[in-house]
């Protein structure tokens, strides 16, 4: 695609199973595993293939045959105008290992073209916001951030600007939730897949009466803890600029 293309997209929604793994995964999710990381080995060798597989996880839940309401296909929910920029047929799209190598070739792309941005992770958080939403709206709130000095080589500091009226492409706003949410979903969902939490060992010393007192302690309901995270919601990729 050329720097005016426009890309129309809405994929379909998927909550987060992210339970914690390691990398060596224990869902069903695992099958793709082998194949996301030879096309990473081949295609860009110097990215971990697991935020492959969590991105894999927000755009499709892992389902080959998976088609959303506006025509996006497969795993990594390619639009067929974007697999046909590729090479690849509409019907090529449900194959998993062209459907993988499409999605990071694609993505790629939107990091390629963030040179600006100094740091490495800033700069995957802002390619696969172009991935989701279109870099036409990334490369405005990137504009807008700078205009008025702030953080403009960081998400944070860019991603307010997203909501910003002046923030439009052919006269349509971004869809800023959901583009901010579908990056914020990937990377928790990175950051618990690369940093499995710790096994939990019980000192001897405890005891079995204090470990059953411990568990015979009353839960306390959801309303009436502090601190309780509520799950956003994700939703389109609205275009490519």
């Given at each position: 695609?050329?720097?005016?293309?426009?890309?129309?997209?809405?994929?379909?929604?998927?909550?987060?199973?992210?339970?914690?793994?390691?990398?060596?995964?224990?869902?069903?999710?695992?099958?793709?595993?082998?194949?996301?990381?030879?096309?990473?080995?081949?295609?860009?060798?110097?990215?971990?293939?697991?935020?492959?597989?969590?991105?894999?996880?927000q755009e499709s839940a892992f389902n080959p045959r998976a088609v959303?309401?506006?025509?996006?296909?497969?795993?990594?929910?390619?639009?067929?105008?974007?697999?046909?920029?590729?090479?690849?047929?509409?019907?090529?799209?449900?194959?998993?290992?062209?459907?993988?190598?499409?999605?990071?070739?694609?993505?790629?792309?939107?990091?390629?073209?963030?040179?600006?941005?100094?740091?490495?992770?800033?700069?995957?958080?802002?390619?696969?916001?172009?991935?989701?939403?279109?870099?036409?709206?990334?490369?405005?709130a990137v504009a807008l951030a700078r205009k008025e000095d702030a953080?403009?080589?960081?998400?944070?500091?860019?991603?307010?600007?997203?909501?910003?009226?002046?923030?439009?492409?052919?006269?349509?706003?971004?869809?800023?939730?959901?583009?901010?949410?579908?990056?914020?979903?990937?990377?928790?969902?990175?950051?618990?897949?690369?940093?499995?939490?710790?096994?939990?060992?019980?000192?001897?010393?405890?005891?079995?009466?204090?470990l059953q007192d411990s568990l015979d302690s009353p839960v306390k309901?959801?309303?009436?803890?502090?601190?309780?995270?509520?799950?956003?919601?994700?939703?389109?990729?609205?275009?490519?600029?």
């Amino acid at each position: 695609m050329n720097g005016n293309d426009v890309r129309m997209r809405r994929p379909v929604f998927y909550p987060s199973p992210s339970t914690g793994e390691g990398r060596s995964g224990g869902d069903a999710s695992c099958r793709w595993d082998s194949l996301i990381q030879q096309s990473v080995q081949n295609l860009w060798p110097e990215q971990d293939w697991s935020l492959i597989k969590c991105q894999m996880r927000q755009e499709s839940a892992f389902n080959p045959r998976a088609v959303s309401p506006c025509g996006a296909i497969g795993l990594m929910q390619i639009m067929p105008a974007t697999g046909e920029s590729l090479g690849l047929t509409k019907n090529m799209l449900f194959i998993p290992e062209k459907n993988i190598k499409a999605g990071i070739i694609y993505l790629k792309r939107q990091y390629d073209r963030f040179p600006e941005i100094p740091d490495y992770r800033e700069r995957l958080k802002f390619a696969l916001a172009s991935y989701n939403g279109g870099r036409g709206y990334i490369n405005q709130a990137v504009a807008l951030a700078r205009k008025e000095d702030a953080p403009w080589h960081t998400w944070e500091g860019v991603k307010p600007y997203l909501a910003k009226k002046d923030c439009m492409i052919g006269g349509k706003h971004p869809d800023h939730r959901q583009i901010i949410a579908y990056v914020g979903r990937i990377w928790a969902d990175y950051f618990r897949f690369t940093n499995p939490a710790p096994e939990v060992v019980i000192p001897a010393q405890v005891g079995i009466q204090s470990l059953q007192d411990s568990l015979d302690s009353p839960v306390k309901p959801w309303n009436d803890r502090k601190g309780v995270a509520i799950p956003v919601q994700t939703g389109n990729q609205e275009n490519e600029t």
